[in-house]
């Protein structure tokens, strides 16, 4: 016969509260953030009232600038070749990073055959290989798809390394016991326990990834939003050349959320936890 555990009154009276308090610690987060944000802007558009708008334009400025340059199409033109660039590295590099990663945490050979390559391409500056990269590719689509892989791959591949590395004896061990074969046991126990690592160091390649597309449009081809910012740049039309960066900040952000509405319906059981520790 098979024990079955069966929560105390205790447990749960601290599970409906911890239930009932979810919907109300959700509310003062978002409340917390909008106020935060506008606070920010507020002192931000008093101060820039105060200056010269060479120097710090105000954000409604900063708003109409982005607003003509939807409707001459030129912001959104950027923003589309940009955002193609970005997909596709950013695919790239998610293609390379994840079978590199559990590759490295399941097997001993590669891990000390690549460990050494990948932590020290990682902390080598991009900017380092722009010029080589010109020299090698030239000026045009290929190098900004290796400035922007070079960066965003390297947070893949070590996120999904410590995740492999990180799943326990016992529960291969398990798989094992139940006749599950090599392929089946790496399928079924290693990459879901490795998911959340995976979707973390995809999370921190967004970031990693648009700015490998702003340097590759800087340096390889003034296109995209990169090439905009420097053209705006050097017309000295500041509040223009905000347009951009905020229209960065704003696919960043996005990314982000999408990856994390992604890991909590992909890694459900984590988000449940997550809660389950919370007071």
């Known amino acids: 016969m098979t024990a079955t555990y069966e929560p105390t009154r205790t447990e749960r009276l601290v599970r409906e509260r911890r239930r009932a308090r979810r919907p109300g610690r959700t509310r003062v987060r978002w409340v917390v953030r909008v106020v935060s944000v506008v606070a920010f802007l507020g002192t931000w558009?008093?101060?820039?009232?105060?200056?010269?708008?060479?120097f710090l334009p105000a954000p409604t400025a900063i708003l109409e600038g982005m607003v003509d340059g939807v409707r001459t199409g030129e912001l959104t033109r950027a923003a589309g070749v940009s955002l193609e660039t970005f997909a596709v590295g950013f695919l790239i590099s998610a293609a390379i990073g994840v079978p590199v990663g559990l590759a490295m945490g399941r097997s001993r050979v590669v891990e000390h055959t690549l460990d050494s390559f990948v932590y020290a391409l990682y902390v080598v500056p991009t900017m380092a290989f722009v010029p080589l990269l010109v020299l090698w590719f030239g000026i045009g689509t290929v190098s900004k798809l290796i400035i922007v892989v070079s960066v965003a791959v390297f947070p893949i591949i070590i996120n999904t390394y410590v995740g492999a590395?990180?799943?326990?004896?016992?529960m291969v061990d398990i798989g094992r016991s139940m006749s599950a074969g090599r392929w089946k046991n790496f399928s079924s126990i290693v990459v879901p326990a490795s998911l959340p690592f995976i979707l973390a160091g995809l999370r921190l390649a967004i970031g990693r990834?648009?700015?490998?597309?702003?340097?590759?449009?800087?340096?390889?081809?003034?296109?995209?939003?990169?090439?905009?910012?420097?053209?705006?740049?050097?017309?000295?039309?500041?509040?223009?050349?905000?347009?951009?960066?905020?229209?960065?900040?704003?696919?960043?952000?996005?990314?982000?959320?999408?990856?994390?509405?992604?890991?909590?319906?992909?890694?459900?059981?984590?988000?449940?936890?997550?809660?389950?520790?919370?007071?």
């Open 165 to 170: 590395k990180n799943v326990g004896p016992s």
């Open 45 to 54: 558009e008093i101060v820039a009232n105060r200056v010269s708008p060479l």
């Open 209 to 279: 990834a648009l700015s490998g597309v702003v340097v590759g449009e800087l340096f390889t081809a003034i296109s995209g939003l990169g090439g905009l910012l420097m053209t705006y740049s050097n017309l000295l039309r500041t509040q223009l050349a905000f347009g951009p960066v905020v229209v960065l900040m704003v696919l960043g952000i996005g990314f982000t959320a999408l990856l994390r509405f992604v890991e909590s319906r992909v890694v459900a059981w984590k988000e449940t936890e997550r809660h389950s520790d919370e007071p």
